[in-house]
Nanobody, 113 residues
Framework: QVQLVESGGGLVQPGGSLRLSCAAS????????MSWYRQAPGKERERVAD????????DYAVAVKGRFTISRDVAKNMLYLHMNNLTPEDTAVYYC??????WGQGTQVTVSS
């Protein structure tokens, strides 16, 4: 069956960095546009970043552009989100998404001093 398993979340100080990973299985990873979404407490889930099938094109939400980088390793069926210069406003549960069908269970990112 399809699985998307996120990892790499945790507690980090403002200005710090984290790398999220998403292990994909059960579908043809190289055939899907992949995305990261996040949901903060009391807020709706929002798109963070997308990456094209071949990885050549990426797109970011305004709030994270220039700080976050999405990437994928097709050989390993892995999706990544490198997050730099984190702020408390980045605190959320981060989800891996295979358009437009499957979601991971999420990984918590907390930015706090």
């Amino acid at each position: 069956q399809v699985q998307l398993v996120e990892s790499g979340g945790g507690l980090v100080q403002p200005g710090g960095s984290l790398r999220l990973s998403c292990a994909a299985s059960g579908f043809i990873f190289s055939d899907r546009i992949m995305s990261w979404y996040r949901q903060a407490p009391g807020k709706e889930r929002e798109r963070v970043a997308d990456i094209a099938i071949n990885g050549a094109m990426t797109d970011y939400a305004v709030a994270v552009k220039g700080r976050f980088t999405i990437s994928r390793d097709v050989a390993k069926n892995m999706l990544y989100l490198h997050m730099n210069n984190l702020t408390p406003e980045d605190t959320a549960v981060y989800y891996c998404h295979a358009r437009y069908q499957w979601w991971g269970q999420g990984t918590q990112v907390t930015v706090s001093s």
